[in-house]
């Protein structure tokens, strides 16, 4: 599989947990601020990080910006740069654009201009989003404190037709799958014998390390 190409502009708390857990998950990141010494915080771990101005259309124009596939708008408190950042790659033809609403009228104007994904920082942790934009397999995910997860997986081809002892998610991952929603059903504590269906969802609890290897795990399998 491919791997995906983001770019994260605005290197704040919320735009650099994005930038980590994307390039934990093994994702190409271009890292953009106006600030140089958040820039050179996130050198050592993302693909390139840069120190720009992304209100000028031609420094993104040099940079490829529209060859990537998503582009995240995390700008901090500068409402009217996040908009005119958000409206210039959108105008340039950039596949999507995930921006950072500040407030509900800054939601509504990156909504007019067409914005494609809008989240709230005290609603959306930089953690769960950079998971739920690399996978579609992956639902929700709930942080249950700062080393430990929940997380809801659609099964897809590559597990759907095995048991849950065939997976031995549990000695290879240190993952438990403690419930699996199917259709209306929900089966709690389902035993090791029960068979896995394509579209079921599984709810998963372990370490944020070992979620992220069996993600990858799956990932590799998609497509």
């Known amino acids: 599989m491919r791997r995906k190409e983001f770019v994260v502009i605005g290197l704040g708390r919320f735009g650099g947990s994005i930038c980590r857990e994307l390039s934990n998950l093994g994702m190409s990141v271009l890292a953009i ?3 140089e010494e958040l820039v050179d915080n996130y050198a050592d771990f993302v693909t390139e990080a840069v120190v720009a101005d992304t ?4 420094v993104l124009k040099n940079l490829g910006i529209r060859n990537f596939d998503h582009v995240i708008v995390a700008i901090g408190d500068d409402i009217q740069s996040s908009i005119l950042t958000t409206l210039i790659l959108k105008e340039m033809g950039v596949k999507k654009v995930t921006a950072k609403a500040l407030n509900e009228y800054h939601e509504k104007v990156l909504k007019k201009i067409g914005a ?4 709230h920082p005290e609603r959306d942790m930089g953690r769960r989003l950079a998971h739920n934009l690399v996978s579609s397999n992956v639902l929700d995910y709930l942080e249950l404190s700062d080393k430990h997860s929940l997380v ?4 897809n081809p590559a597990i759907a037709g095995r048991t849950i002892i065939d997976l031995n998610v549990r000695a290879r991952y240190g993952l438990n799958i403690v419930a699996i929603k199917r259709n209306d059903d929900m089966i709690v504590s389902p035993p090791a014998s029960e068979m896995i269906l394509e579209e079921d969802i599984l709810i998963v609890i372990g370490s944020n390390t070992d979620i992220t290897k069996f993600e990858k795990q799956m990932l590799q399998n998609v497509n």
């Open 116 to 119: 494609d994904q809008i989240v």
């Open 33 to 35: 601020d106006k600030n």
């Open 152 to 155: 809801e997986i659609v099964a």
């Open 55 to 58: 209100t000028d259309e031609s």
